[in-house]
């Protein structure tokens, strides 16, 4: 599976001869990394929840007009919102190589309401939870938000120390400087180490295979 992380929460995901993009936010499209004209193949669009960070809707429009046929998965609120705007190929349900989960967004009062999240377990390898830290079960790769104004670094650890995948992804990290990022990259993949799990320290842009 090759995985590229364009900034945050926003990960390219090919596999099997399909590509997916998850959480299409509004970093991703201001790094100047994800740019629709060098995507030469969409097969399927999530979105976990209409958060701007997972769900920026000039870069969705860019990606359904050059991909017109690409699949867009959604919650049942989500979904309700974009079809008012005229999009058409959205899911609420699960599909092959797409298994949508239900897992509640991290509670964000008093800031506000927390909206409706999905997370996915795509093409059997790769669960992306989006912003939510409970939920049990999770395929070898787990794509894990470390850190968010609702969540924090030591539940994110407890988490996948909980279930245990083969590799770690850290993503929703877009809050961090350069120095902070890598130094807690560092720190995660030796506690991960520690557990026999390896901590892939994503570089924006960069693609891994796994």
Not at 35 to 57: A, K, R, V
Not at 136 to 150: E, H, M, R, S, V
Request: proline share 8%; charged share 20%; with cysteine.
């Amino acid at each position: 599976m090759k995985i590229t992380k364009y900034v945050h929460s926003c990960l390219l995901v090919e596999d099997q001869g399909r590509v997916g993009l998850i959480d299409p936010g509004m970093f991703s499209l201001g790094s100047g990394l994800l740019e629709t004209n060098t995507l030469t193949q969409l097969d399927d669009i999530i979105i976990t929840h209409e958060h701007p960070d997972h769900l920026h809707l000039p870069l969705l429009k860019g990606l359904v007009t050059k991909f017109p046929h690409a699949r867009i998965f959604a919650d049942p609120s989500t979904a309700i919102k974009l079809r008012a705007l005229g999009y058409t190929n959205i899911q609420t349900e699960s599909q092959p190589g797409v298994d949508l989960f239900a897992c509640n967004h991290e509670p964000t009062e008093p800031l506000g309401p927390a909206p409706k999240n999905i997370g996915v377990h795509y093409l059997g390898r790769l669960t992306d939870p989006g912003d939510s830290h409970h939920f049990p079960t999770c395929k070898d790769i787990l794509a894990l938000p470390i850190t968010a104004p609702w969540g924090t670094l030591t539940r994110a650890a407890e988490l996948a120390s909980e279930l245990e995948p083969k590799y770690v992804l850290p993503i929703h990290d877009w809050h961090w400087n350069v120095a902070a990022r890598q130094q807690t990259y560092d720190r995660c993949e030796t506690f991960f180490n520690g557990l026999g799990i390896k901590f892939i320290k994503l570089v924006d842009g960069e693609a891994v295979e796994l």
